[in-house]
């Protein structure tokens, strides 16, 4: 997978901490969560083929399992060569060669769907970045086994999009509540209501919720997966 360049990184972790001190000024709960856990750290990731893989194998399983698993099918489809992660080099492997990697029936037909549209251009990672948060989306999800949660954890950790705001995520719910003293989770609709105020940082107001919740939950963070707590 290519690594992004140091001025990407750069200029994220700079808006990220002009967006902390905002959301932090706004929200008093925010500046709470920000004296429990830090400074959130950046994970970026590049906005390509491999990333949406990772983000969808990730999903429903331990964070060591999937770092497992993603190993293996990145060896099996980079194989010896230039390290290239194509969709045309993951379509040449077999189901059988797929689960022989750890993924699961589903996510073998997830990944396929996925690298058919990419080598289509039903999914144009050229394109993506230059769309509108609601059409880069509506792109991504046309494809079966992209729900609505990937779509926008790619958008917010490959496209670096800032205000992208995950209300039906489970951990995230939980999050709020926690740090709001909530009796219940709340909905998507208290969820969405209630980050009205924090546009246009919602992504990183979202970021520093699963830092707090995985923080609080004593579970330590070593990837995009862990960082969200959803053992995704």
Request: charged fraction near 30%; glycine fraction near 6%; charge should be positive.
């Amino acid at each position: 997978m290519a690594n992004l360049p140091p001025t990407a990184k750069h200029d994220t972790r700079k808006r990220t901490k002009v967006a902390l001190g905002q959301l932090c000024e706004r929200e008093p709960k925010f500046a709470e969560a920000f004296a429990a856990v830090g400074y959130i750290s950046d994970r970026r990731r590049p906005a390509d083929f491999a990333s949406l893989c990772r983000i969808v194998i990730e999903q429903q399983i331990s964070v060591a399992a999937a770092a497992t698993i993603w190993g293996r099918l990145e060896a099996a489809v980079q194989g010896r060569a230039d390290g290239v992660f194509s969709p045309e080099r993951l379509l040449k492997l077999t189901e059988a060669r797929l689960r022989a990697c750890g993924l699961s029936g589903p996510k073998v037909r997830y990944v396929r769907n996925m690298a058919q549209a990419a080598k289509s251009g039903a999914i144009d990672f050229d394109l993506l970045p230059k769309l509108e948060d609601h059409a880069a989306i509506a792109m991504l999800t046309e494809v079966k086994g992209i729900g609505r949660w990937t779509a926008e954890i790619f958008l917010m950790f490959a496209l670096d999009r800032e205000d992208i705001w995950p209300a039906h995520d489970v951990a995230l719910q939980e999050a709020a509540k926690r740090l709001f003293g909530l009796k219940a989770r709340p909905d998507v609709k208290k969820m969405d209501k209630m980050a009205e105020k924090w546009r246009p940082h919602r992504g990183v107001a979202a970021r520093l919720l699963w830092r707090y919740y995985a923080v609080t939950a004593k579970r330590v963070t070593t990837d995009i997966a862990a960082e969200k707590e959803i053992a995704a």
